[in-house]
């Protein structure tokens, strides 16, 4: 697998790979198994993805913390009142 996106970076580093024979020679030299080399040529992104068990589907989500000053005036509200029924 690591030859394969090493291939990858270099074609989309160096504008050279932008011809089939080009790209055929890079892969031959990197001794890319053919189905890989098959599907870098046509550019069959799932066929690849699936060749090298790669899972692209990650999620991230980020949640707001909650307020602590809310709390902190919530708490002071609750003793204000507890002290106000105390004082009657």
Known sequence: MNNVIQVLELMASD??????????????????????????????????ERQLDICP?????????????QEDEDEESTDVETKSIVNI
């Open 15 to 48: 504008s050279s790979f932008q011809n089939e024979q080009a790209v055929e020679a890079l892969l031959k030299a990197a001794e890319i198994n053919t189905e890989q080399s098959a599907a870098v040529i046509t550019q069959d992104v799932i066929s690849l």
């Open 57 to 69: 589907d990650f999620y991230c989500a980020f949640f707001p913390a909650e307020d602590d000053k």
